[in-house]
């Protein structure tokens, strides 16, 4: 069955980074965009951003534009998340996503688009 298994998540210092991965097996990997998603507690789940199938598009929630990067390798089937600049109130568990490539680019920022999910990886930015 298909897997998305994030890393790199832990504790930060408000300023600092962390850069996440997810990798992808059992799957297409350059026949999907690539969401990020995160989940603080008692919110529901957020878009971050998105990935085209092909890199040529990436999307970004207004409040970590200019501060968070998202890039894909599809030769290692992976996507990277690369946070900077955090702040407290980017604490949440962080998600990746599986969407179709045909998925409208408008449609990226809605978690039913996409087909498959991985675990979850926690990010905690202390102040």
């Known amino acids: 069955q298909v897997q998305l298994v994030e890393s790199g998540g832990g504790l930060v210092q408000a300023g600092g980074s962390l850069r996440l991965s997810c990798a992808a097996s059992?799957?297409?990997?350059?026949?999907?965009?690539m969401g990020w998603f995160r989940q603080a507690p008692g919110q529901e789940r957020e878009f971050v951003g998105a990935v085209s199938w092909n890199g040529a598009n990436i999307y970004y929630t207004d409040s970590v534009k200019g501060r968070f990067t998202i890039a894909r390798d599809n030769t290692k089937n992976t996507v990277y998340l690369q946070m900077s600049s955090l702040k407290p109130e980017d604490t949440a568990v962080y998600y990746c996503?599986?969407?179709?490539?045909?998925?409208?680019?408008?449609?990226?920022?809605?978690?039913?688009?996409?087909?498959?999910w991985g675990q979850g990886t926690q990010v905690t930015i202390s102040s």
């Open positions: 996503a599986a969407a179709s490539w045909r998925t409208p680019s408008t449609r990226l920022v809605d978690n039913t688009e996409y087909s498959y």
């Open positions: 059992r799957l297409t990997f350059s026949s999907y965009a």
